[in-house]
């Protein structure tokens, strides 16, 4: 079975910080994939980044970055110079062999001005 | 940009109640998805269904879910007796599945609320 763990249940920072947001996985699967999902107030969820288990170079895409780690297990989000429309609440999620995702509890992500 | 629909956006019933819920999966994805998410949780898998049959599910999809592609667009969640503990947001996701390298999209949801 997978799981996902996102330790941070809440952040706030001002705008135009970065901010990281943290994810640590399980898995039994030596392929699988890496996803982070954005869920703002409206409640849909909204695709961000996939990253596949053999391919751990990190990238950036516009102000999103992201840290693929397979020593430790983890899968951390920055998003520089934050915004207002940044405010939501974030979830990481994986899939392996059970092509299912597995989400994590969340990270409520809230930028002030 | 192609999207994922979902019908009703929110939903009242009253317990004991059937209940379906309609998605329009992405015309050339052929992997379908439902999940929910009970207010203030994470987002749980249900079952996924390809060729006409369900490919998985998770415990939470017991007797009382069933879920059916009666024609060539629409993809159909039904709750046969809801439950209070069936309130929720129901997301339907589809995907383009390519040997591995699968995204899922989302719809954006149906808000299920049984009193």
């Known amino acids: ?113 | 940009e192609p999207e994922v629909t979902q019908t009703p956006s929110h939903q009242v019933t009253q317990m004991g109640q059937e209940v379906i819920l309609r998605c329009v999966p992405i015309s050339n994805h052929l992997y379908f998805y439902w999940y929910r998410q009970i207010l203030g949780q994470k987002v749980e898998f249900l079952v996924s269904f390809y060729n006409n049959e369900i490919s998985e599910k998770s415990e939470i999809f017991d007797d009382q879910f069933s879920v059916e592609r009666p024609d060539g667009s629409n993809f159909t969640l039904k709750i046969r007796s809801t439950k209070l503990e069936d309130s929720a947001m129901y997301f339907c996701a589809s995907s383009e599945y390519n040997g591995g390298q699968e995204t899922q999209y989302f719809g954006p949801g149906t808000r299920l609320l049984v009193l």
Not at chain 1, 6 to 28: H, M, N, P, W
Not at chain 1, 79 to 108: E, H, K, N, P, W
Request: charged share 20%; aromatic share 14%; proline share 3%.
């Open chain 1, 1 to 113: 079975a997978q799981k996902v763990t996102q330790a941070q249940t809440e952040i706030s920072v001002v705008e135009k910080e970065d901010v990281t947001l943290d994810c640590v996985y399980e898995t039994r699967d030596t392929t699988y994939y890496l996803f982070w999902y954005k869920q703002p107030p409206s409640g849909e969820l909204v695709f961000l980044i996939r990253r596949n288990s053999f391919d751990e170079q990190n990238e950036i895409s516009g102000r999103y970055s992201w840290n693929f780690q397979k020593s430790t297990s983890s899968f951390n989000f920055t998003i520089t110079a934050s915004q207002v429309v940044d405010s939501a609440v974030y979830f990481c999620a994986t899939s392996g062999s059970a092509r299912q995702l597995t989400f994590g509890s969340g990270t409520q992500l809230t930028v002030l001005p």
